[in-house]
């Protein structure tokens, strides 16, 4: 049998892998490459893939395989059984990716790597060592060697307190100081990745910011507001959160950039394109990538996100607030923004998803269903 083009994501049982391998199986490699013009503003357009309710039509036959990537033990979360039965998903261990893909007959058309230990609490730095930077140099030594597009997912915990800025651009990375190990993992590689010779064709990464959204649940404690306010919200009338830790913010006006996990979906599937069409802006002439920060530009307050989750409930707002654990006091970000120049010279336009109407539609269609 013909090999059909393939992607590979890793964290595909994850919180963002999931939802980008859902999008992966309605992608069109044709509509992908067709697109002409960069800086034109043409923007990718994706079909809705229907996955839940069986009167809705079937959704169009994708021209892509997904290899979904995770950890054995990520096999029991909801995540995983969502596209389980699926003949176009291969099932792959990441223990097992390396040597799946040098037995392959051809290499796959692109890696999105979203596949990491994303806990801000953890204190092993074998854990990041392994996951976050040992796997993800990996990937891209693959990627270089077999000319490979490659999208990883950084994140904006590089940026640590925000005092040195949110400028992605490659000559700014050395002179941030993360406040945590998972920010510090996450760094390392970006560190790593600029100093390499040897690099994929076109390589992206994506420095998310605050996201939020559906099949976040098995994050536990490291699941959004969104998700735990709704649980609090329908359970005892009230949100909790934190009190401010400096005199700066009062408590609760904290602020942060919250972006909607569809839109993450939206930027990653334009930069794929750009990869696969071999398109390079001027923002790439001296190399072949580049990170690329993922927020809405826009700061909001976690007061503004509870007041968000109440209004999407149709409840009353009552909020209290509590002291901040030990554990996170030393390490909390105030303070974060999206500086999106690098993502708009990419030829990105559309708008991103207000919080509001973000959080009404995570709740209402999802949280309220049970989903």
Known sequence: MEQRPYVVVTGAHGFIG??????????????????QGFGSGAQVHFRTAQVRFSQ?????????DVWAVDLPESSVRSTAHRFAQSSR???VFL??????????????????????????????????????????????NYCAQHNVPFIYASSAAVYGDG?????????HTARFAPLNLYGKSKLDFDLWAVEQKNAPPAWFGLRYFNVYGPFEAHKAGQASLVYHGYQQATRTGCIKLFKSNTAQYTDGNQV??????????????????LALRKEKPALLANGSGCFVNIGCGQTRSWNDLAASVFSALSLPARIEYISMPENIAGQYQNYTCADLSTLRALGYTLPFTSLEEG????VQRYLMRGL
């Open 95 to 140: 223990k097992d990716l390396l040597a799946a893909l040098n037995s392959a007959a051809v290499p796959p058309v692109a890696i999105i790597h979203n596949g990491a230990c994303s806990s801000t609490v953890e204190r092993n730095p074998a854990v990041f060592a392994e996951l976050n930077v040992g796997s993800s140099q990996d990937l891209w």
């Open 256 to 273: 942060r950039d919250f972006v909607y996990v569809k839109d993450i979906v939206k930027v990653t599937m334009h930069l794929l394109g």
């Open 163 to 171: 005092s040195k800025g949110f400028a992605d651009l490659p000559e």
């Open 56 to 64: 809705q039509s079937s959704p169009p036959v994708s021209t892509f």
């Open 359 to 362: 959080v009404r539609e995570y």
């Open 18 to 35: 999931n939802h980008i391998l859902e999008r992966m199986l309605t992608a069109d490699l044709e509509e992908l490459t067709a697109q």
């Open 89 to 91: 998903v291969r099932i």
